[in-house]
């Protein structure tokens, strides 16, 4: 690889799972596969040592698992954002996963253009969700309300109106970016969108957001 490409680290304790998604991706030229694991705390030594853009990883491996490596990679290597791909949608498996401060969410029926897609969104900040995964999650966190918007949910969807990132809202807002992404999934479920843009429109439409 000439290493102008994403770098990335994939973890998978399942190994022909594992070397599966590398040959998918290994004629890819703008992703470098840098480095291969088969569990979370061998993840971490290869996110502290070639400094990925994106670790892809599994939500149930041995020693660390998906959960606590997304954590740990999270607190400690802020610039790898993590992307769960797992064979596992239940509802208690993707609230973990994007608690714990995944960028995004797919599942391992994923096809290539799709995965290199999420992967290249991933690296720029923006939630990526299976459409499966999505719907549960709104289907899980929709309630009807009479004022679906919270004071600090107003507070990210104006700094998502102005363009900012996740990251850009989390310091605007003085908090963590993956509380960040809980208030925009929180968000697409009040309002029963699927994406940012959508979400500031509905929310104006409804009056629930008011812009110069």
């Known amino acids: ?5 994403l770098r990335i680290v994939v973890v998978d304790d399942h190994t022909v799972m594992r070397a599966g998604v590398v040959a998918l991706l290994a004629a890819e030229d ?5 480095g291969e694991a088969g569990d979370g705390r061998a993840a971490l030594e290869l996110v502290e040592r070639y400094d990925p853009d994106v670790a892809l990883v599994d939500l149930r491996m041995p020693v660390l698992d998906g959960v606590a490596t997304t ?13 769960i791909l797992t064979t596992y949608d239940t509802d208690t498996d993707i609230e973990r996963g994007v608690e714990a401060g995944a960028i995004g969410y797919l599942l391992k029926d994923t096809t290539r253009e799709q995965l290199v897609d999420a992967i290249h969104a991933a690296a720029r900040g923006e939630t990526v969700l299976a459409p499966r995964v999505a719907e549960k999650l709104v ?12 004071d600090r949910e107003t507070d990210v969807l104006n700094a998502v109106a102005d363009g900012l990132t996740n990251a850009e809202i989390g310091r605007r807002l003085v908090i963590a970016e993956a509380t960040v992404k809980t208030h925009l999934l929180r968000l697409f479920a009040k309002l029963d969108v699927n994406d940012r843009t959508r979400a500031v429109v509905v929310a104006m439409e409804r009056g629930f957001l008011r812009r110069p």
């Open 1 to 5: 690889m000439s290493g102008r490409g």
């Open 30 to 34: 703008s992703i470098e596969i840098v």
């Open 71 to 83: 954590t740990e990679i999270v607190a400690r290597y802020p610039r790898t954002r993590v992307l």
């Open 139 to 150: 289907a899980r966190m929709r309630r009807p309300v009479q004022d679906p918007l919270t």
